[in-house]
């Protein structure tokens, strides 16, 4: 049987009618309701909506009506421009036409103008235009300023303008507030009284030529009028815009007066500015009482910074210019204690931020030299040993030409603000009943109190020496005593976090302060140790002191990790940092008794070597310890600058090189270390060969490597034979490097054609049998030598043939070569893939 149509065009035509029946069911559904309502209401007859349109059934569905322009916009728009052009219309009638009207036809003009303008928008708003009667009334305030101007042009042409304005604008902001009141219905006249409420005082102190103080008064009394406006106003506009004008009036009255009472050079002179600026906290205050939170916060902030301010410019004018900044700090912790009076919460915690930031403010005034007493000690390294400097602590730091005497007030700075946190810190609890409801800081704050805490206290007692000018030697002592000090805080802490007891009734926070007092005696540790490199007495006394502390220190939270019940990996990493720096000032001990011996360098380099041996004995005594790999590591680092000191002496570093391999043969002793410490050291003992055969004048090294080779590759062979699964590694890769590496540096050196010729040789026989056999080992040792060699071979013509050709061929070809490489990147990554997989493959 044949189908007219298709089965599948049928079921989509059959489809589509479904669909064209359930949209007409839903359109006769909707017009039933519609007339049911219609018939149950009571009233003057419903205008009936559109029938719905009988759309055919396989019609695509109509399309949304575009939405049209909103009624209310276009109107506030042709509003906006009506009025605009009107103001613009009597604003030019008032400046050009004036001149051409007698009086009566002036004052008839404008009087008809504004009251009509006044009057219309009562009548506007009682029918309901509510936006026409906002354009209007904008209209009737520009006529307002108008009719003042005129006013003054007309009745006293001879009286000062800036005095005028301030009554005129003094009487409009009255009139507008008035109208505003009158017309409840209208928005702008309120906000434009407000704004007009700005000038009268300033203009009257512009117009006396009043100094900056009475221009401060001034502005401070209209702040104070606006703040009365924006607690006590009803609309949100009028409170808007008085908050604006109180921020801009209030803060430019507080900047001249806070710059009045630091320019004042007497007690006398700072009241009056004093006086001011506890206005602006009266101010302040008054409005952060009945104002939102944020604003509160805000209003606390501002009036606590102002009171310190008033109180400490009368005091500070009193005393030297070096201890200004500790008034303040004085006057900043004082106002803690208005926290307890009853301003209420947000209030009390702006109060607190504003101490906060007048104490933060002293200790960065206390930085500077804190800086210069840390960074002073790096210019020791380039005058090692040369003598105790003579010009005492500040000599020493090569800082005697900084102004001291406006610094000298920094430590008692530092030390008062440690002081104060760290009291904080102990009788946390306390403090936080004592403050009330205005402060509830999170639990996380404690530790980082007692961190700063901390780190002020060490900043300032570093500081104190330079402050103090002592003796050099007085300067190493404190800071030896400080670090010795610091370490047993962050030990102590670091212990009480492993074990958990609770010291004193200090548990929380002690890790981050314990931390903290770890980062400050590590870099106090760092200064003294580069102060102590003026004298040779005190870098052995400040290095032998410091060996001893970091041992001391691991040990201690060594036995914290062994008898607490949760060692963590704090505890373990501040351990292992305490281990490797012992071992670094006792490379610094074996480096100075050498240089007190009078030894040269590449001599006193096997010295250095004591203590990567006495690493190695130690590792071995430690065996699974978790400090035992810190430990020979930083050993086997402190190696590395005894080859550094043989390296201008060949003989020499073949002896520090032999001795390093034979300390590395020895760690290879412990099963845990050789897989590392044996290649390591038949690394060592092959470089400790060349350099020594090289130092004897040995131009052909395979006449000694070569039967060294021969029996590695035979002892090789028969490991392979035993043990098949061995790696070619181990098996042939000592044996051909013993004689690959040197061969190819000779190779290098050898100007004649033999030597590279018969290396190539042997690389390409072995590169073929490590292809052969699938021997990792022959194939790449033997490949990377044939590689280096041909390269050596090629590379006089390549520099020929690169010179003879134009410079843009060489950028050429290598943007070919990246095009190449880039169009083919798959296929390159596969091949590599697929060549280390090959790779992986052999033994």
Same mark, same amino acid.
């Given at each position: 049987?044949?189908?007219?149509?298709?089965?599948?065009?049928?079921?989509?035509?059959?489809?589509?009618?479904?669909?064209?029946?359930?949209?007409?069911?839903?359109?006769?559904?909707?017009?039933?309701?519609?007339?049911?309502? $219609?018939?149950?209401?009571?009233?003057?007859?419903?205008?009936?909506?559109?029938?719905?349109?009988?759309?055919?059934?396989?019609?695509?569905?109509?399309?949304?009506?575009?939405?049209?322009?909103?009624?209310?916009?276009?109107?506030?728009?042709?509003?906006?421009?009506?009025? =605009?052009?009107?103001?613009?219309?009597?604003?030019?009638?008032?400046?050009?036409?004036?001149?051409?009207?007698?009086?009566?036809?002036?004052?008839?003009?404008?009087?008809?103008?504004?009251?009509?303008?006044?009057?219309?928008?009562? +009548?506007?708003?009682?029918?309901?235009?509510?936006?026409?009667?906002?354009?209007?009334?904008?209209?009737?305030?520009?006529?307002?300023?108008?009719?003042?101007?005129?006013?003054?042009?007309?009745?006293?042409?001879?009286?000062?303008?800036?005095?005028?304005?301030?009554?005129?604008?003094?009487?409009?902001?009255?009139?507008?507030?008035?109208?505003?009141?009158?017309?409840?219905?209208?928005?702008?006249?309120?906000?434009?009284?407000?704004?007009?409420?700005?000038?009268?005082?300033?203009?009257?102190?512009?117009?006396?030529?009043?100094?900056?103080?009475?221009?401060?008064?001034?502005?401070?009394?209209?702040?104070?009028?606006?703040?009365?406006?924006?607690?006590?106003?009803?609309?949100?506009?009028?409170?808007?815009?008085?908050?604006?004008?109180?921020?801009?009036?209030?803060?430019?009255?507080?900047?001249?007066?806070?710059?009045?009472?630091?320019?004042?050079?007497?007690?006398? &002179?700072?009241?009056?500015?004093?006086?001011?600026?506890?206005?602006?906290?009266?101010?302040?205050?008054?409005?952060?009482?009945?104002?939102?939170?944020?604003?509160?916060?805000?209003?606390?902030?501002?009036?606590?910074?102002?009171?310190?301010?008033?109180?400490?410019?009368?005091?500070?004018?009193?005393?030297?210019?070096?201890?200004?900044?500790?008034?303040?700090?004085?006057?900043?912790?004082?106002?803690?204690?208005?926290?307890?009076?009853?301003?209420? *919460?947000?209030?009390?915690?702006?109060?607190?931020?504003?101490?906060?930031?007048?104490?933060?403010?002293?200790?960065?005034?206390?930085?500077?030299?804190?800086?210069?007493?840390?960074?002073?000690?790096?210019? *020791?390294?380039?005058?090692?040993?040369?003598?105790?400097?003579?010009?005492?602590?500040?000599?020493?730091?090569?800082?005697?030409?900084?102004?001291?005497?406006?610094?000298?007030?920094?430590?008692?700075?530092?030390?008062?603000?440690?002081?104060?946190?760290?009291?904080?810190?102990?009788?946390?609890?306390?403090?936080?009943?004592?403050?009330?409801?205005?402060?509830?800081?999170?639990?996380?704050?404690?530790? $980082?109190?007692?961190?700063?805490?901390?780190?002020?206290?060490?900043?300032?007692?570093?500081?104190?020496?330079?402050?103090?000018?002592?003796?050099?030697?007085?300067?190493?002592?404190?800071?030896?005593?400080?670090?010795?000090?610091?370490?047993?805080?962050?030990?102590?802490?670091?212990?009480?976090?492993?074990? &958990?007891?609770?010291?004193?009734?200090?548990?929380?926070?002690?890790?981050?302060?314990?931390?903290?007092?770890?980062?400050?005696?590590?870099?106090?540790?760092?200064?003294?140790?580069?102060?102590?490199?003026?004298?040779?007495?005190?870098?052995?006394?400040?290095?032998?002191?410091?060996?001893?502390?970091?041992?001391?220190?691991?040990?201690?939270?060594?036995?914290?990790?062994?008898?607490?019940?949760?060692?963590?990996?704090?505890?373990?990493?501040?351990?292992?940092?305490?281990?490797?720096?012992?071992?670094?000032?006792?490379?610094?001990?074996?480096?100075?008794?050498?240089?007190?011996?009078?030894?040269?360098?590449?001599?006193?380099?096997?010295?250095?070597?004591?203590?990567?041996?006495?690493?190695?004995? =130690?590792?071995?005594?430690?065996?699974?310890?978790?400090?035992?790999?810190?430990?020979?590591?930083?050993?086997?680092?402190?190696?590395?600058?005894?080859?550094?000191?043989?390296?201008?002496?060949?003989?020499?570093?073949?002896?520090?090189?032999?001795?390093?391999?034979?300390?590395?043969?020895?760690?290879?002793?412990?099963?845990? *270390?050789?897989?590392?410490?044996?290649?390591?050291?038949?690394?060592?003992?092959?470089?400790?060969?060349?350099?020594?055969?090289?130092?004897?004048?040995?131009?052909?090294?395979?006449?000694?490597?070569?039967?060294?080779?021969?029996?590695?590759?035979?002892?090789?062979?028969?490991?392979?034979?035993?043990?098949?699964?061995?790696?070619?590694?181990?098996?042939?890769?000592?044996?051909?490097?013993?004689?690959?590496?040197?061969?190819?540096?000779?190779?290098? +050196?050898?100007?004649?054609?033999?030597?590279?010729?018969?290396?190539?040789?042997?690389?390409?026989?072995?590169?073929?049998?490590?292809?052969?056999?699938?021997?990792?080992?022959?194939?790449?040792?033997?490949?990377?030598?044939?590689?280096?060699?041909?390269?050596?071979?090629?590379?006089?013509?390549?520099?020929?043939?690169?010179?003879?050709?134009?410079?843009?061929?060489?950028?050429?070809?290598?943007?070919?070569?990246?095009?190449?490489?880039?169009?083919?990147?798959?296929?390159?990554?596969?091949?590599?893939?697929?060549?280390?997989?090959?790779?992986?493959?052999?033994?």
């Amino acid at each position: 049987m044949e189908h007219l149509p298709p089965p599948a065009e049928e079921l989509a035509l059959l489809d589509r009618e479904l669909a064209g029946l359930d949209l007409r069911r839903s359109q006769l559904l909707h017009r039933r309701a519609w007339l049911l309502n $219609a018939l149950r209401t009571p009233g003057p007859p419903i205008t009936a909506p559109p029938a719905p349109a009988f759309a055919a059934p396989y019609a695509a569905p109509a399309r949304p009506a575009a939405a049209g322009v909103r009624t209310g916009s276009a109107q506030n728009v042709l509003l906006t421009l009506g009025g =605009l052009l009107l103001t613009v219309a009597a604003i030019a009638f008032t400046l050009v036409s004036w001149g051409q009207m007698g009086i009566s036809g002036r004052t008839a003009v404008l009087a008809t103008m504004t009251l009509a303008a006044l009057a219309a928008p009562a +009548a506007l708003l009682r029918r309901g235009l509510a936006s026409t009667a906002e354009a209007l009334a904008a209209l009737a305030s520009v006529l307002t300023v108008l009719d003042a101007f005129a006013l003054h042009e007309l009745a006293a042409p001879g009286t000062g303008a800036l005095g005028f304005a301030a009554t005129a604008s003094a009487v409009l902001s009255v009139l507008w507030a008035a109208y505003g009141l009158l017309l409840g219905g209208l928005r702008l006249p309120l906000p434009a009284s407000v704004l007009c409420a700005q000038l009268p005082l300033l203009l009257w102190a512009c117009a006396e030529r009043a100094d900056a103080l009475v221009f401060s008064a001034a502005l401070l009394a209209t702040a104070a009028l606006d703040c009365a406006i924006a607690v006590r106003g009803k609309r949100v506009a009028v409170r808007v815009t008085a908050c604006a004008a109180l921020c801009a009036t209030g803060g430019a009255g507080l900047l001249i007066a806070l710059g009045r009472s630091l320019a004042a050079d007497a007690p006398s &002179g700072a009241v009056p500015s004093g006086a001011l600026l506890l206005a602006v906290a009266a101010i302040a205050l008054s409005g952060a009482r009945r104002a939102p939170a944020a604003a509160a916060v805000a209003g606390g902030l501002v009036a606590g910074l102002a009171a310190v301010a008033a109180v400490a410019s009368v005091v500070a004018a009193g005393v030297p210019g070096g201890w200004v900044v500790p008034v303040y700090l004085l006057c900043g912790g004082a106002l803690l204690a208005a926290v307890r009076a009853p301003l209420g *919460r947000p209030a009390g915690r702006g109060l607190a931020w504003a101490s906060g930031a007048v104490t933060a403010a002293s200790v960065l005034f206390s930085l500077p030299p804190v800086a210069v007493s840390l960074v002073g000690p790096v210019s *020791r390294l380039g005058r090692v040993w040369t003598d105790a400097p003579r010009d005492g602590a500040r000599g020493a730091l090569g800082a005697t030409g900084l102004p001291w005497t406006e610094l000298g007030a920094a430590p008692v700075i530092l030390l008062v603000v440690a002081g104060a946190l760290a009291a904080a810190y102990r009788w946390w609890e306390a403090a936080l009943r004592w403050a009330g409801p205005a402060l509830s800081p999170g639990p996380s704050v404690r530790g $980082a109190v007692g961190a700063v805490a901390a780190v002020l206290g060490w900043a300032g007692i570093t500081v104190l020496p330079a402050a103090l000018d002592v003796s050099y030697a007085a300067t190493v002592a404190v800071q030896l005593v400080l670090a010795v000090g610091v370490f047993a805080v962050a030990v102590g802490g670091l212990r009480q976090s492993t074990t &958990g007891v609770s010291v004193g009734g200090l548990r929380h926070g002690t890790t981050g302060v314990a931390l903290t007092a770890s980062v400050c005696g590590a870099v106090g540790a760092v200064d003294v140790a580069l102060l102590s490199l003026a004298s040779e007495a005190a870098t052995y006394t400040v290095f032998g002191a410091l060996l001893l502390l970091c041992a001391a220190a691991a040990v201690a939270l060594d036995a914290s990790v062994a008898g607490g019940p949760r060692p963590g990996r704090v505890v373990r990493a501040a351990q292992a940092v305490a281990a490797c720096a012992a071992v670094g000032c006792a490379v610094v001990l074996t480096v100075a008794c050498g240089a007190s011996l009078g030894l040269a360098a590449h001599r006193a380099a096997p010295l250095v070597l004591a203590v990567p041996a006495l690493t190695v004995l =130690l590792g071995a005594r430690l065996k699974a310890h978790a400090v035992a790999l810190p430990v020979e590591l930083a050993g086997g680092a402190a190696a590395v600058p005894a080859i550094g000191m043989a390296a201008g002496d060949l003989p020499f570093l073949a002896l520090v090189l032999s001795l390093c391999a034979v300390q590395a043969a020895g760690t290879a002793l412990r099963p845990e *270390r050789r897989p590392v410490a044996g290649y390591l050291a038949t690394a060592l003992f092959l470089a400790a060969a060349w350099v020594r055969l090289s130092a004897s004048g040995v131009s052909s090294p395979e006449a000694y490597t070569l039967p060294v080779t021969v029996a590695a590759l035979v002892i090789g062979t028969l490991r392979r034979r035993r043990d098949p699964a061995a790696s070619s590694w181990t098996a042939y890769g000592a044996g051909l490097a013993a004689t690959l590496v040197p061969s190819l540096f000779a190779a290098w +050196a050898d100007p004649h054609w033999l030597r590279p010729l018969l290396l190539g040789a042997a690389a390409l026989v072995t590169t073929l049998a490590g292809a052969r056999w699938r021997l990792q080992a022959l194939l790449v040792l033997g490949g990377a030598a044939l590689a280096l060699d041909a390269v050596h071979e090629l590379a006089p013509y390549v520099v020929q043939v690169v010179g003879a050709l134009p410079r843009w061929v060489a950028p050429a070809l290598a943007g070919v070569v990246l095009l190449a490489v880039g169009a083919t990147y798959e296929k390159r990554l596969r091949d590599a893939r697929r060549l280390r997989s090959v790779l992986g493959r052999m033994r």
